[in-house]
């Protein structure tokens, strides 16, 4: 089976533009979580998603904002970027929530 | 706020001994526990979980032991090969309320060296 899946592997973005990270999860899950991890440290929440709606939202601006699909696919989304939103951002997936599997991660580098 | 955290920032260990990874928690309400493993480059893998009502979980080459008590988690790993050479992770669930609602806080990281 397809482990989770994320879209663009690497992005660069300059300050002030907007980027939509992509997710798909493994096949029957239906929660999607997102993380940020900066280099060095441990992934912050950001979102979660459990049937299309959000469950859960961590300690981040409205910047960030994020969406699932009716094919549990979700998007994350990102405004007015700024250069410490450079990072590794993570999607996992679970089938209820609890126990989330990673995908390899989109490497956002904002200059 | 409360947070995990991890004893030490990084361990060597020669390859068939055994190493042990700890971590510390500081939320009572915690009932969910998740270690991970991560490469350089690769989103996290997971690799063993535990709940509050056990204390002890076996899987292949590694046991985690919980300890309420003092608020303490460890992942054990058994002769140590060179591909668990990485960084863990050790990953509470914050409580939040309906079973849809995780949320995992992580520690910053051990770093395992594993030389021949």
């Known amino acids: 089976d397809a482990g989770v899946t994320q879209s663009p592997t690497h992005l660069i973005k300059t300050r002030g533009q907007h980027v939509t990270l992509r997710c798909s999860p493994i096949?029957?899950?239906?929660?999607v979580s997102w993380y940020q991890q900066v280099l060095g440290q441990g992934p912050q929440f950001i979102f979660q998603?459990?049937?299309?709606?959000?469950?859960g939202r961590g300690n981040f601006p409205d910047r960030f904002s994020a969406r699932q699909f009716p094919n549990y696919s979700s998007e994350l989304n990102v405004n007015a970027l700024l250069l410490g939103d450079s990072a590794l951002y993570l999607c996992a997936s679970s089938p209820v929530g609890d126990e989330q599997y990673f995908g390899p991660g989109t490497r956002l580098t904002v200059t | 706020g409360e947070s995990v955290g991890l004893h030490l920032p990084t361990l060597s260990v020669q390859e068939g001994d055994n190493s042990i990874i700890n971590c510390a928690y500081s939320?009572?309400?915690?009932?969910?526990f998740i270690w991970y493993k991560q490469e350089s480059g690769k989103g996290p893998q997971f690799i063993i979980d535990?709940?509050?009502?056990?204390d002890k979980r076996q899987g292949q080459r590694v046991t985690v032991l919980l300890n309420k008590t003092v608020k303490h988690l460890s992942l054990q790993i058994a002769a140590t090969q060179p591909g668990d050479s990485a960084v863990y992770f050790c990953?509470?669930?914050?409580?939040?309320?309906?079973?849809?609602?995780?949320?995992?806080?992580f520690g910053k990281g051990t770093s395992l060296l594993v030389t021949p």
């Open positions: 535990i709940r509050s009502n056990m």
């Open positions: 096949s029957g899950h239906k929660s």
């Open positions: 998603y459990y049937e299309k709606e959000e469950r």
């Open positions: 990953a509470e669930n914050l409580p939040g309320g309906s079973n849809s609602g995780y949320a995992l806080n």
């Open positions: 939320n009572s309400a915690s009932d969910y």
